[in-house]
């Protein structure tokens, strides 16, 4: 099999290119990803010289070059991940959001059909997208497969988007595809503007932590390596037409995640204990903050036989521990046009 990974370079499309290097050695993977600031290539450094490994350096918004890389070299299978993929950037400029989210995905999509010409025999288009497509939920609820598209954000409606024409080229055209929705990851190699690695840097640096409104906002939160096995389960089992939701049965209000956090990093620096706890400081609320994300997870626990492989303290640990050993990567990626972006947001 050709297989075509978008994004591969970002946070979680690195974890997929690393586990379908393992898992599919008789495969050739080819990992196109326009290396935008969340894109970095030393996420993949270990595995950048194996053989069944291809890296191209391209944007999916260039629509006459994917019509030739698709021609070249044949993809069996697309998973695509590229995106424009944080939240607070897309309140600042929707425009980028819909241009990679949406047209770039419109580009794949027709690359993926013209040159499969309809003949779609063992064929598939894997489009990797979010819980926030379905906007935000109450006190109580679960977001299922069935739940309504109700996306509040210009980045989750951009996925929405995204979404839709992926399933309209199914039912227009036949195009076989398969979307997953999970909710939010975290892990190594996270760009530190999302919650998680944003204060693990801030709390290393002795910097406060920016706390939206009153803290009370809940997440669902799933180790990054979970959210990989998930893909490629899907990847090998899944049912066309089919949209798979994928979560880690694990609620936390941001307040209660960040205090965890604190702690957890008091310790591994050897820090006074609630040193950490004293950054904390409230901000001015996201606009159209969601207040609630939850998955239920059901489905691809019970068709495919899913789980995450571990618990919320035991994935933060880990991921606190990899940012330690790699402080080098992150004094890397928070050089240059990270520092302009952070001024702009919370000075
Ligand atoms: P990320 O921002 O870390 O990585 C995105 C990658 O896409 C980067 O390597 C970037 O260089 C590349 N890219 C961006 N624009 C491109 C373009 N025009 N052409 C080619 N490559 C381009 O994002 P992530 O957190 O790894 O998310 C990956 C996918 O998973 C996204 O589609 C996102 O919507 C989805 N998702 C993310 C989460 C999460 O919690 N992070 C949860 C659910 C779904
Ligand atoms: O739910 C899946 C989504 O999760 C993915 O589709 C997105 O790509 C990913 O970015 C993530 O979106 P969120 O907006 O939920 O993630 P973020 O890390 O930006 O924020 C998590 C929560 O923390 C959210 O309620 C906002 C809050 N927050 C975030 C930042 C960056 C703060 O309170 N302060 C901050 O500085």
Redesign the pocket.
Known sequence: MNILI??G?????SQVVRLFLEIFPKSHIYN?????Y??NLENLSDVETSSNYTFIK????DAPFLMNLFSKYQFDKVIH??????VDRSIKDPIAFVQ?NVI?TLNLLNAAKSIWKDDYSSKLFYH????EVYGTLGETGLFTENTSYDPNSPYAAS?ASSDHFVRAYGETYGLPYIISN????YGPN??PE?LIPLFINNIIEHKPLPVYGDGNYTRDWLFVKDHAFAIALIFEKGKLKETYNIGGFNEWKNIDLVKLLCDIMDEKLSRKRDSSKSLITYVKDRPGHDKRYAIDATKIEKELGWKPSVTFEEGLSLTVDWYLANDQWLKNVTSGSYQEYYKKMYS
């Open positions: 978008t994004g370079a970002g946070f979680i499309g196109l990803d326009a290396l935008t969340a894109g391209g944007d999916i918004n991940l590229a995106a424009e993929s944080h990679t770039g990797i997208s979010t819980d996925k999970c909710s939010n990851n996270q760009f999302k």
